[in-house]
């Protein structure tokens, strides 16, 4: 696509992502589009969706498709909502601000990260769209608590514990940039700036970059931490069930865990008294090797449908791959790259134009199919090949 440049020349997300390539530097590019190992998983989780066909029913009155769908108590006016993602103001400066801003214009549900570089307080002032905080697990209970608490105050409705990160994923691309936080940049990384001076342009005139989740409970100044020694130091791969139990005690409200695969800890996750799941491989940035979530959500849907909300998330780049994870038993299905592409590419507008593409796509897909709302979309309507 040599002549792909503005905005609304932008279809789908190669489209997105080819801009944002041009835009960003090669190294923040690569830790946005790169994932563990050889990616296999990665590229795994968008194939999944293509050995399903759907069979569609005609002459079923579709004139008006209703989209909305509700999730860990939230009622949504589409079935997608933006996955929880990590320092997006280098992505764009506007970050976390705009993906808000545009998920709260349709109506869903947005995921503040603890590695975001907007704080969870601003977030919840100023957009009102339902917000679910995405924790890591810390050594350090006094932390996680005094953590639970400023999300609670902060009126956070959803909290969402990250479960597969006990350890970094091995993600090559970063290693041979150089791509870490603060930087720590490779002869070659730091050429790849020097090509993008708009984003360096950019990043210096606006305001400096931080990730307020964190720096009022660890010293993230200067080199005091970096995010790498955060995993290994701060982060408690010790974790159990036990741990979880009383920290969804504590809660007392809706908590979901992300990166649940199996039929077992799905299970494990409703006997403690979550109230949601995410089947997720961390869109195959941890585990390589790992199942796709779409290839293990049927199995989680009918073990513990009736318990718990089953989400997933991973590779979503058409409105066809919501309406099949739905299909499954899927109450939501979560996108990643699919709007850090836009951000990246054109901030707010980008994904404002993202989301409602993929809302377009659905809605229209729902039509062929003969279902006029998300309720009538069920396994009768797909075979796997
Ligand atoms: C650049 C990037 C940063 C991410 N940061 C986080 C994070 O801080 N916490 C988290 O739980 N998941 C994080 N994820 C994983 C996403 O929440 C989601 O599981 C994944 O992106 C879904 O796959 P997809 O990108 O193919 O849609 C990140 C993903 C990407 C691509």
């Given amino acids: 696509m040599p002549h792909l440049v503005r905005l609304r020349d932008c279809h789908n997300f190669h489209d997105f992502r080819e801009l944002a390539r041009r835009r960003l530097p090669g190294p923040i590019f690569n830790y946005i589009d790169g ?31 209703d989209l909305s769908v509700t999730v860990m108590g939230q009622k949504l006016a589409v079935p997608f909502y933006c996955s929880p993602t990590a320092l997006q103001r280098l992505f764009h400066h506007r970050g976390e601000r705009a993906v808000a801003a545009a998920a709260s214009q349709h109506g869903t549900l947005f995921g503040v990260s603890s590695l975001g570089t907007v704080s969870l307080e601003e977030l919840r002032k100023a957009y009102a769209t339902p917000q679910v905080y995405q924790f890591y697990f810390h050594r350090d209970r006094g932390l996680n608590r005094a953590m639970l608490q400023r999300a609670k105050e902060a009126g956070v409705e959803v909290l969402m514990l990250t479960v597969d990160s006990s350890t970094g994923g091995n993600r090559e691309r970063d290693l041979r940039t150089g791509f870490s936080i603060p930087f720590r940049l490779t002869l070659g990384g730091m050429l790849e700036f020097a090509r993008k001076p708009m984003w360096g342009l950019n990043y210096v005139t606006h305001e400096r970059f931080r990730l307020p989740q964190l720096e009022e409970h660890i010293d993230m100044g200067g080199d005091a931490m970096s995010i790498g020694r955060y995993f290994t130091e701060m982060l408690d791969p010790s974790m159990t069930w036990n741990d979880v139990a009383e920290m969804v005690r504590g809660w007392n409200g809706h ?98 134009r993202a989301l409602g593409l993929l809302r ?26």
């Fill in 360 to 385: 377009t796509e659905i809605e229209r897909s729902m039509k062929l199919m003969g279902c006029a709302s998300v309720g009538q979309l069920s396994r009768d309507n797909l075979r796997f090949r």
């Fill in 35 to 65: 994932a563990a190992d050889d990616e296999v998983t990665y590229r795994r989780n968008t194939a999944s969706f293509e050995r399903c066909d759907l069979v569609p029913n005609v002459l079923r009155g579709v004139e008006s498709v």
């Fill in 255 to 352: 908590f979901c865990l992300k990166g649940v695969m199996s039929v077992e800890d799905a299970k494990r996750a409703a006997d403690i008294g979550c109230t949601g799941v995410v089947l997720s491989n961390h869109g195959g940035r941890q585990l390589d090797g790992s199942r796709a979530a779409f290839d293990q959500l049927a199995e989680v849907v009918d073990a513990v449908g009736d318990r718990l909300d089953v989400m997933m998330d991973g590779g979503v780049q058409r409105g066809t791959h919501v309406l099949k994870a739905l299909s499954l038993g899927a109450k939501a299905v979560g996108v990643g790259r699919f709007y850090l592409f836009p951000l990246a590419a054109a901030g707010q507008p980008g994904v404002e």
